[in-house]
């Protein structure tokens, strides 16, 4: 078994692990425990008991978190004449198409997300095994296969992100910074258990979310109890005020 520094046994004997915590106790604890010098991510890992084996029992989608990722999303767009110049013009980092491709092949992979139209997906089909894998392929059941990119480069900057489950059946997402605010990282975090609850695919069978669990990037995890939603936000939070 790998062994932990110091700091991070100090931290992670803060938390009971035993327990679920409400989210507001779970965001708060998580932040007492932050020991990076940095601004970390702060993720949530949700266990679910899908099946992704059988098709129909997969979960995947993308959501516009209320206060963003808390940092600049760097977004790369296969497109050509007209699509390209209005990728350009809504923010897009960069653009191209046969050379995009060419320079991904050689190991560019400085981008967050790829968007694509239509008619470059041949050449963008030829980068499946690169882009797959880092969960950067374009996909228009998630709208970055689209005719309407300055749409899509628009809602990537602003803080739609995609999620799905991996081979385990479990979602991982982030949903802010440690700098957020608890009110900010609450508002994410419900949006968040929300879309997969709506998400949830109707050959589920048994227990849908089996645990939630929140850390920050270097910080132990932390087990939220999955059924506080209700009145995440206006009631939680306004408690502590």
Do not use: C, W
């Amino acid at each position: 078994m790998a062994k932990h520094g110091k700091t991070y046994e100090e931290s992670r004997a803060k938390v009971d692990r035993n327990r679920e915590y409400t989210p507001l106790e779970a965001v708060k604890l998580m932040k007492d425990a932050k020991r990076a010098k940095f601004d970390e991510s702060v993720e949530v890992h949700i266990r679910t008991g899908l099946n992704v084996r059988h098709a129909d029992e997969q979960l995947r989608g993308t959501i516009a978190l209320p206060h963003g990722l808390g940092k600049e999303v760097k977004i790369a767009v296969f497109a050509k004449g007209e699509k390209a110049k209005e990728a350009e013009e809504a923010g897009a980092d960069i653009v191209g198409a046969d050379d995009l491709a060419a320079k991904i092949q050689e190991g560019f992979m400085d981008f967050d997300v790829a968007i694509a139209t239509p008619d470059m997906m041949p050449v963008v089909g030829r980068l499946g095994r690169i882009l797959g894998p880092s969960g950067k392929m374009p996909n228009p059941k998630v709208g970055t296969v689209t005719m309407d990119v300055a749409k899509a480069v628009q809602e990537s900057k602003s803080g739609k992100v995609e999620y799905r489950t991996d081979r385990t059946a479990i979602v991982h997402m982030t949903v802010g910074k440690t700098s957020f605010s608890d009110e900010q990282l609450l508002d994410n975090y419900r949006a968040v258990m929300e879309e997969i609850n709506r998400a949830k695919p109707s050959a589920a069978k048994g227990k849908y979310i089996r645990t939630v669990t929140l850390a920050s990037t270097m910080g132990p995890g932390i087990k939220v109890d999955p059924t506080r939603l209700k009145d995440l936000v206006d009631t939680e939070a306004g408690a502590t005020a």
